[in-house]
């Protein structure tokens, strides 16, 4: 148990331009923060350096306080699960839950003790004796996160667990890290591109871009507010249309002006947008429906609004047919507003 | 062959049969040479059925060896000819996995010339450097040793070579996985590399094993006392004698003895040996 701080870490890999430039963060005790982000932007990176596997060119890094800028991955406590597993092939499960425990000079019965209670907790007791080319890639999974829980470490540090396997094992094993995460209360930090993988697991969701953090928050925060044009994007699926202000006919613009001054885009959830004419004040497009995509409970409409190109998301199966034209409604209170030029979203009036 | 033919099923043995006799026909024809006596030679017919002599020639070469051309009792060749392959094995395989652990993982000064000096030492195996390799090994004292024998042979760089190449399969998550869990470089190597290297040390060990134990230049050089003599150069001596007719079926007991313990090795490590060939385990 321990909390993890940043302090204006750089990382700068040799004869190569800065890749993370001047990050702070601060990790509470017993949290699962998230790392989300495009790819290449340094996601892997910093937990690499958090791990004492790269090192560390600027700022400090602390575990529990104590930095460790200077200290062996082996000495950090901490337990890594990689992309790939990294299970030792040549040794059985056993051998590889135990292997970080024996070079700690663990007593025989603490070891047979952890790697039963771990094995039990994964279920992967049947497969003790196995060696990792044996299993199944959902087993060698579940190995790999018991290597990590025997060690017992002040904080799990987990690169892109669940990517090498199938949708639906994700979904499974996306609740089971939840579960025991919560069960063990051990500080996390849990890299992914999977935004649905992010907003589910997160207690916090850090949304990085090219090196640096777009937004810090609880995944609702960031989908409810994002502070910034990259973060709006990024999360939600289907992803936020953006409208130019100056898109709209002039009474709307004024309009929304008055909401969000300086505003110059409108950010629009794809569903929040309706076809139904509701009561208010709701902004009316009509749109010309190119492309309907049906995803079981909900269908992606995808439509033109003059020459913008707009998702709509929309409940069940309207009985739109490709090429029509329809009204969708834009209901103001539920926009967006941001600063094109800075990026930054613009919510002070209001 | 997908195909099922039969005409082809009778071609392909042929062909197989036709190889097996091309390789084991002088296997044969030495063999039954080794059981006649010193005269069925002389008549320029050679047998095709096995003699009654084979015990008395085996036992003569291995206790007594030639003394007419030299040549010391085989026991004691066949002795020198395996410690040195076992030397050239055990010498080169560590050696070279040390250096090929050193060059792949870890990042010293220099690091790329070193490299590259062990590479361009492939292109001058011991008979190229033969000369300024003997009168190294002379004037530090190490004509007639074992010492003498065996080091220059061990400096090479095909084994280090092979052994970069297969560090270089292994995932770096691996070393990475290793040192979260408290493994240092040493355990590393001991615990990780070294296992995983198991079916590759086999199959080197195998062509090594062989390597030494057919030289011929150099230990005809760096030798002159019968006490350090080597099967193979041996056989030699025995062929070459001065004022009379070689003894061919001595010679021919001490070839087929020669070809044993390769042949041991072989079909000892042959399950590992072909593994290490075509599959790695990761
Ligand atoms: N060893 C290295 N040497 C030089 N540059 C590197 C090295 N490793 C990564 N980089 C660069 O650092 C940046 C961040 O890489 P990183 O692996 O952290 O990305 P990531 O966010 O984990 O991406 P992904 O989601 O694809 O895994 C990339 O631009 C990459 O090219
Ligand atoms: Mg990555």
């Known amino acids: 148990m321990a909390t993890i701080d940043l302090v204006d870490v750089r990382k700068t890999y040799p004869g190569g331009a800065e890749v993370i430039h001047g ?63 990294a299970l030792y092939p040549h040794m059985s499960v056993r051998g590889n839950l135990e292997y970080g425990l024996k070079n700690r ?26 060696k990792p080319r044996q299993l199944s ?68 969701l850090v949304v990085m871009n090219s090196g640096r953090i777009e937004q810090v928050g609880t995944p609702i925060e960031l989908y409810e507010r994002p502070a910034t044009v ?24 004024s309009s929304l002006s008055r909401q969000a001054t300086g505003a110059d885009l409108v950010g629009v959830r ?52 490709e090429g029509q034209t329809q009204a969708f409604y834009l209901n103001p209170s539920a926009l967006h507003f941001f600063d094109q030029a800075s990026g930054q979203a613009s919510r002070a009036a209001s | 062959m997908v195909e099922n033919r039969p005409w082809l099923n009778v071609l392909t043995h042929c062909v197989l049969v036709l190889g097996v006799i091309i390789v084991a026909l002088p296997v044969y024809l030495a063999f039954i040479a080794s059981t006649h006596g010193p005269t069925e030679f002389l008549q320029g017919i050679v047998p095709l059925l096995p003699g009654p002599h084979l015990l008395e020639n085996y036992g003569e070469v291995l206790t007594q060896g030639m003394t007419t051309s030299g040549a010391p009792p085989l026991l004691n060749m066949l002795a020198n000819s395996t410690l040195m392959a076992l ?59 074992y010492a003498g024998l065996t080091i220059p042979l061990i400096a090479s760089a095909t084994a280090t070579f092979l052994f970069r190449q297969f560090f270089l399969t292994v995932p770096d998550e691996l070393m990475e996985a290793a040192r979260v869990d408290g493994a240092g470089p040493l355990k590393f190597f001991r615990d990780i590399l070294l296992p995983l290297s198991r079916t590759n040390i086999a199959a080197l060990s195998v062509i090594l094993f062989i390597y030494g134990w057919i030289q011929y230049l150099w230990p005809l050089l760096v030798t002159t006392d019968p006490k350090y003599y080597t099967i193979v150069m041996g056989i030699k001596r025995m062929a070459t004698v001065a004022d009379s007719d070689p003894k061919w079926n001595l010679v021919m007991a001490a070839v087929v003895l020669a070809m044993i313990p390769p042949v041991f090795v072989v079909i000892a490590m042959q399950r590992l040996f072909v593994k290490g060939l075509v599959e790695t385990e990761k």
């Open chain 1, 23 to 85: 990050l702070d963060l601060a990790i509470a005790d017993g949290e699962l923060l998230v790392l989300v982000g495009p790819s290449g932007c340094g996601k892997s990176t910093l937990l690499r350096m958090i791990a004492g596997l790269e090192t560390v060119t600027g700022g400090t890094i602390a575990i529990g306080e104590r930095p460790v800028n200077k200290v062996e991955p082996a000495d950090r406590d901490i337990a890594m699960v990689f992309q790939n597993y």
């Open chain 1, 105 to 130: 000079n663990t007593p025989r019965d603490v070891i047979d003790a952890r790697v039963a209670e771990a094995a039990e907790m994964l279920e992967i007791t049947p497969f003790l004796d196995r």
């Open chain 1, 137 to 204: 890639g959902g087993q060698r999974q579940r190995v790999a996160m018991g290597r990590a829980l025997v060690r017992q470490p002040k904080a799990f540090l987990f690169d892109e667990p669940l990517s090498n396997l199938d949708a639906k094992l994700r979904g499974q094993m996306r609740i089971e890290i939840k579960r025991l995460q919560r069960a063990l209360k051990t500080t996390s930090v849990y890299v992914t591109h999977d935004q649905m993988e992010a907003m589910t697991l997160a207690d916090r």
């Open chain 1, 230 to 253: 990259f973060v709006a994007g990024f999360i939600g699926s289907p992803p936020m249309n953006f409208i130019e202000l100056g898109a709209f006919p002039s009474d709307v613009q």
């Open chain 1, 270 to 321: 794809p569903e929040t947008i309706v076809f139904e004419s509701p009561d208010s004040d709701a902004i009316r497009l009509e749109c010309q429906i190119e492309l309907i995509e049906p995803v079981g409970a909900e269908s992606h409409v995808h439509v033109r609004w003059n020459e913008q190109r707009l998702v709509v998301e929309c409940r069940g199966h309207p009985g739109f047919s």
């Open chain 2, 87 to 145: 030397i050239i094995v055990v010498g080169k395989i560590s050696i070279s996995i040390i250096s090929a652990y050193a060059i792949v993982y870890f990042r010293f000064p220099l690091r790329t010339l070193a490299f590259w000096v062990i590479f361009i030492t492939l292109m001058l195996p011991v008979e190229v450097r033969i000369i300024p390799t003997f009168k190294v090994v002379a004037d530090l004292g190490m004509l007639n040793s």
